[in-house]
C-alpha cells in the first residue's frame, strides 16, 4: 500500500489498484447500514443526510476531475 501510494505520485494510474477494493467494501459496507435502519423519523433524516453528502462529494469529485 505504501509502495501504490508513492508510486502514485508519479504514475496517477497506480491509485487504482488499492483504491478499487477499497471502494467496493465501503459500498458493501454501507449498503448493509442502509438496509439495517429503521424507517422511524431519526433513519429517514439519516438517509436524507447521506444522500445529500453523497451528492456534494460527487459533484466535487465531478468537478475536480474535469477541472
Known amino acids: 500500500m505504501v509502495l501504490f501510494s508513492w508510486a502514485g505520485e508519479k504514475m496517477p494510474w497506480l491509485v487504482m489498484h488499492p483504491l478499487l477494493?477499497?471502494?467496493?467494501?465501503?459500498?458493501?459496507?454501507?449498503?448493509?447500514?442502509?438496509?439495517?435502519?429503521?424507517?422511524?423519523?431519526?433513519?429517514?433524516?439519516?438517509?436524507?443526510?447521506a444522500l445529500s453528502v453523497f451528492a456534494i462529494l460527487t459533484t466535487y469529485s465531478l468537478h475536480s476531475a474535469v477541472y
Open 21 to 49: 477494493p477499497a471502494l467496493l467494501l465501503t459500498a458493501y459496507l454501507v449498503g448493509d447500514i442502509w438496509e439495517a435502519a429503521p424507517l422511524d423519523q431519526f433513519g429517514k433524516a439519516a438517509r436524507v443526510a
